[in-house]
């Protein structure tokens, strides 16, 4: 699959794409509060547009690990304004939600995707897409849910357990009637997984480029690449660049991010390398080893 089909775009991926994450919440894991009210996070989703993001991700609730729930009204009073809002940046809007109600209001407010961190399982989540003739999704794995996720990380073979799980939401899709090419895959870096787990994804993603759907993944300062490099949340700008292009290097098509300029750059360079010719290296000559 080359594109993914959204409402009002369809995203061309034979380069990899920039999401841009918008968390209009108070408490998200490494942004919390910064873009809280209308203004500032209409303000951010303009500066992640000028920064070269080719999407952005608008959430009203943290998933962190411990986050408390949030109800609906509170969720559709914090993203709503943000999506009427952000409708004229001319990028593809994608609503972060696990809620069917959010799911059809953002819908309705003109969202392009739904992305949801389990793959929606809610009762009325699958119909809500459905229900659209052309919205994108993006299914996500997790375990539990962000209160009990990092209590549920025993896996026989994750890589195995997250690609069966991902093929019968896909399968679920299906039935209801969403064509193959709304769907994008993404494994859940951080969701129920142990920083080895998330790394034995990493090395192993091509198993599950297998299921035949572009892949999304969000690396983006998540605390896996604290524990690689002992930094706190606010210095893992290096570590979270090297983690998107090793994603993309495995084939990932769109890489979630905070740190959008950053991240186009690091990829502009990575896209001109992949363009070169590779030399040709010969054997170490003995001829002109040093005497
Ligand atoms: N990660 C987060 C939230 N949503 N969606 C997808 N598809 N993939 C992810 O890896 C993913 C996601 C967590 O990051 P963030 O939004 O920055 O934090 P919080 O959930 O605390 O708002």
Known sequence: MSHWQTTRFRIDLARPRVMGIVNVTPDSFSDGGAHADTPSALAHCERLV??????????????????PPV??????????PVIEGARALGV?????????????????AGVDIVNDVQALRLP?????????PSVGVCLMHMRGDPRTMQQ??????????????????????????VAADRITLDPGIGFGKTPEQNLTLLRRQHELLALGHPLLLGWSRKSTLGVLTGRPVGERLPASLAAA??????????VRVHDVAATV??????????LLPVP???????ANAPR
């Open 92 to 108: 593809p809007l994608s609503i972060d939600t696990l809620k069917p109600e959010v799911m059809r209001a953002a819908i309705a």
């Open 245 to 254: 292009l090793a994603a993309v290097a495995r084939g990932a098509r769109v």
């Open 71 to 80: 109800g609906v009204e509170q969720e559709l009073a914090r993203v709503l």
């Open 124 to 132: 009325g989540a699958v119909e809500a897409v459905a229900a659209s």
């Open 280 to 286: 040709e290296s010969g054997p170490i000559s003995l």
């Open 50 to 67: 000028a920064e070269g993001a080719d999407i952005l991700d608008i959430g009203g609730e943290s998933t962190r690990p411990g986050a």
């Open 152 to 177: 549920q990380t025993q896996y026989d073979d994750v890589v195995a357990e997250v690609a069966a799980f991902l093929r019968e939401r896909v399968g679920v899709l299906a039935a209801a009637g």
């Open 265 to 274: 750059d690091a990829l502009k360079v990575w896209d001109a390398a992949a």
